[in-house]
């Protein structure tokens, strides 16, 4: 259980392009999703938290104008980069909390984003 | 404000030789879990262990084995006789209860495993 998938698992698109990373809880409903880039060789970078029919919150220094996330339901939260320019370039991550509320984070086998 | 860190950026070892990845973390809160993720080639992370901050029991699965110390605020892992498989990335991270439940990584540790 507690299956979190992530669409597309690449792409390549070209700059001044838009793209849209789409992550699904498949077994479980989730109250909170997060997403997360990571550029070579770095950590995890939290870009922001989103719940369900609520606005996301965005840690400081993401631009939420170039980043639209939308959690639309207790399963579906999407992940739009906008007007993508080859330093957008990386690889993104989604990760969701149970509804039941534990704290264990179940996380996406990642989108890895490459502009061109 | 939270901190956990890896100073260990690359370790290296031969196959079979036991390895210790060290994890710091720095938090003002008394209740808090510690994380250890794996993350291979492929990118997707792998849950290793989770450990609540009032258990400071250690705890052994297969050959993982991790030594939480509240004392030296560390909560460090040691994979015994080391396996080619175990090359990969590993992070620690820190979540706080009660919170947004927002994970701090560390700057996470390449483990390379050489046959």
């Known amino acids: 259980g507690a299956v979190v998938s992530q669409h597309p698992s690449w792409v390549i698109c070209k700059s001044g392009t838009s793209v849209k990373i789409e992550c699904r809880s498949l077994?479980?409903?989730?109250?909170?999703m997060f997403w997360y880039r990571q550029f070579p060789k770095q950590s995890l970078m939290l870009m922001a938290t989103?719940?369900?029919?609520?606005?996301?919150?965005?840690e400081q220094g993401v631009e939420k104008d170039k980043f639209l996330i939308n959690h639309a339901s207790l399963t579906l939260s999407t992940l739009t980069v906008t007007s993508a320019h080859p330093e957008d370039s990386s690889f993104y991550i989604c990760s969701a909390t149970h509804v039941r509320g534990t704290y264990e984070q179940y996380f996406g086998p990642g989108t890895r984003l490459t502009v061109t | 404000a939270q901190k956990v860190t890896q100073a260990q950026t690359e370790i290296s070892v031969v196959e079979k030789e036991d390895v210790t990845l060290d994890c710091v973390y720095e938090t003002r809160d008394t209740t808090y879990y510690l994380f250890w993720y794996k993350q291979p080639p492929s990118g997707e992370l792998v849950f290793l262990i989770r450990r609540n901050s009032f258990d400071e029991q250690n705890e052994i699965s297969g050959r993982y084995s991790w030594n939480f110390q509240k004392s030296t605020s560390s909560f460090n892992f040691t994979i015994t006789a080391s396996q080619v498989v175990d090359s990969a990335v590993y992070f620690c991270?820190?979540?706080?209860?009660?919170?947004?439940?927002?994970?701090?990584f560390g700057s996470g540790t390449q483990l390379t495993v050489l046959p």
């Open positions: 989103s719940n369900e029919g609520s606005k996301a919150t965005y």
């Open positions: 991270a820190l979540i706080k209860t009660g919170s947004a439940r927002q994970l701090t």
């Open positions: 077994d479980f409903q989730a109250t909170t």
